[in-house]
């Protein structure tokens, strides 16, 4: 599974179906929680990667914590999750998909930022590649959860000029960091 990249890849998964999953996928398993996890500085990782989980957290800032711990000086943590402030979730709020009883955190790039750096962290890079924002609201709209006539502009881009506009508005909003999915890369100083 590591494509030979990687000497070792291990998945800290609490889930027993998802760890089960991983295993089959020949991918080393820590079947707890990833506060739990202790190592030895020899077994220290180069890079950590955590995709659309701290978003559910009691306790993002502890998680973020342990994170760092478990990096190597000059290791890289890759961290994704939905963006508060991306096109989609602020255009259509709670009709949102994202705005639901799981995700107890909301973080925007400046927040995640800041909590990264607050842990120690070099942030690096943050982007928002996502390809669906523009997709998502108009489909809201299509099947009748979510009203532009209030918003000509979004009405014009999303619905009547949807096949000349709708793939340049999707790539503004990535180039403007606008998009809905938020990536941050950051290094543990050596």
């Known amino acids: 599974m590591s494509r030979n990249v990687f000497k070792r890849v291990v998945a800290v ?31 220290l990782f180069d890079v950590v990667a955590s995709f659309e989980v701290i978003e559910h957290l009691f306790s993002p800032l502890d998680f973020a914590l342990q994170m760092v711990r478990l990096l190597r000086p000059g290791g890289l943590l890759l961290l994704t999750c939905p963006n508060g402030q991306g096109f989609d979730i602020e255009t259509l709020g709670p009709v949102s998909d994202t705005v639901d009883h799981e995700h107890l955190n909301y973080f925007n790039a400046a927040s995640l930022e800041k909590m990264l750096r607050r842990v120690g962290l070099d942030v690096l890079e943050s982007f928002t590649p996502g390809l669906l924002d523009a ?7 299509l099947e009748g959860s979510f009203d532009l006539s209030h918003q000509p502009f979004l009405k014009r881009v999303l619905l009547d000029g949807w096949e000349q506009h709708g793939q340049a508005f999707q790539d503004y909003l990535i180039a403007q960091g606008l998009s809905s999915n938020l990536w941050v890369l950051a290094r543990k100083p050596i």
């Open 135 to 141: 997709e998502l609201v108009r489909n809201k709209v």
């Open 13 to 43: 998964e609490p889930t027993p179906g998802l760890a089960i999953s991983c295993r089959e996928r020949g991918i080393e398993v820590l079947e707890m929680p990833i506060e739990e996890v202790t190592l030895q500085s020899t077994d």
